[in-house]
């Protein structure tokens, strides 16, 4: 079937905004409101084992031998406060120019616009930080993508395919017509269930991810004077990810 859209995780896959934004804002907001908390690289590794901020923020607090008072006496609260912090620092962060796209993004989009493909977001990260995204160091692709389905629009996070199952519902496409990228596991399992085409571009938050079983796998998309390498799938005619490579995956 014919390659028609297609499908964009964000975090880890259009910038690398685990190292570089949420990591970093986390442990500010953390600061900010004097909550005795750091997550260094390898812990926050870890922890992306958990789809969704809160989510991670209640699981690493459950883990503590002495969680915080706050906390105890209104986790859901606790956690929302943190988590309008952590938004403020990501912003800040962006607006910076600390967070850039990955090589390749705007490459590929642009190639995918001018071919009439259509392209969505399709992520589990909070809508906030999409929109903050897209209007700062993402602008310029902005206007290619035709909708967004976030984490606010589903019940159950990646790997779940919840969400890439609402995307196809919403726009209409078949899967056989669908490519999606993402930079891990998690996201690879969703696609995967969703019986999506997935193209795996490992970030540094996903570098050690399990990788068995994914296939093409690559470790970015790759610019004519950045060319990035294929760990694991078929031959790629170019040192970078096209659409003609998008075209020839299997199902």
């Known amino acids: 079937m014919p390659l ?3 499908f964009w995780d964000v975090d880890g896959t259009l910038a690398e905004t685990e190292r570089d934004g949420h990591r970093p804002a986390f442990n500010a907001a953390f600061a900010e409101a004097g909550v005795p908390w750091h ?12 789809a969704g901020g809160r989510e991670r923020m209640r699981a690493w607090a459950s883990q503590q031998p002495s969680p915080p008072q706050a906390f105890l006496a209104d986790g859901t609260s606790f956690l929302e ?6 938004q403020q620092h990501y912003r800040q962060r962006l607006a910076a120019g600390l967070i850039q796209p990955r090589p390749g993004v705007l490459r590929l989009m642009g190639e995918a616009h001018e ?6 977001i399709v992520t589990t990260s909070g809508r906030d930080a999409v929109e903050a995204l897209l209007s700062t160091s993402l602008w310029q692709a902005a206007h290619w993508l035709e909708q967004w389905v976030c984490g606010e629009d589903v019940a159950r996070k ?3 395919p919840e969400a890439y199952r609402q995307a196809l ?20 399992c969703a696609a995967r269930r969703a019986h999506l085409r997935c193209l795996v571009t490992l970030s540094s938050s996903s570098w050690d991810d399990d990788r068995s079983g994914i296939t093409p796998l690559w470790d970015g998309l790759g610019e004519p004077q950045q060319p990035a390498r294929q760990l694991r799938g078929g031959a790629a005619a170019l040192p970078m990810v096209t659409l003609s490579y998008l075209e020839g995956l299997p199902d």
């Open 115 to 120: 071919r009439g493909l259509r392209q969505w």
């Open 169 to 188: 519902r919403r726009s209409g496409l078949a899967n056989g017509s669908v490519v999606a990228l993402e930079d891990s596991r998690n996201g690879w």
């Open 81 to 86: 406060g943190l988590q309008r912090l952590k």
């Open 4 to 6: 028609q859209a297609l």
């Open 158 to 160: 990646k790997p779940d």
């Open 39 to 50: 997550w260094d690289e390898a812990t926050y590794r870890q922890l992306l084992r958990v």
